[in-house]
């Protein structure tokens, strides 16, 4: 499998560290932000392949920072992480360029499972 890059963004900043260290171990390399500004930093610095952006944080939130991520690189898939099974904002993210959303808490099955969709979508396996 080619290294898939993939940017962590949620507010708790545990949730990024421990899903983090999930997927590395799963030999995806991995950044994290806590929030949407830093996110967009992040991006600036290295591009990812995907992005998992939480869609209630402080400032910046979610929808704002998936649609700044969308103006710059279109190309930039995104899952949308919720824990209120918000199912009205998922939808609305969807519909703003997200590829996906899984509601929290993560199920880690659930998360590869749509991470291996993405990548046969994007000719990443």
Request: hydrophobic share 35%.
């Amino acid at each position: 499998m080619a290294d898939i890059k993939l940017l962590l963004v949620d507010d708790e900043e545990s949730f990024v560290l421990t899903l983090g260290e999930r997927l590395r171990l799963r030999n995806y390399e991995t950044r994290t932000a806590t929030n949407g500004e830093a996110a967009l930093s992040e991006i600036q610095k290295e591009r990812p392949d995907i992005v998992l952006l939480d869609l209630k944080m402080p400032g910046m939130g979610g929808m704002e920072t998936l649609e700044k991520i969308k103006t710059e690189d279109p190309t930039i898939e995104v899952i949308m992480l919720t824990g209120q099974g918000d199912k009205q904002s998922c939808e609305e993210g969807l519909k703003a360029g997200a590829s996906d959303y899984i509601v929290k808490p993560i199920d880690i099955g659930n998360l590869m499972d749509k991470l291996r969709d993405i990548r046969k979508k994007r000719g990443m396996e």
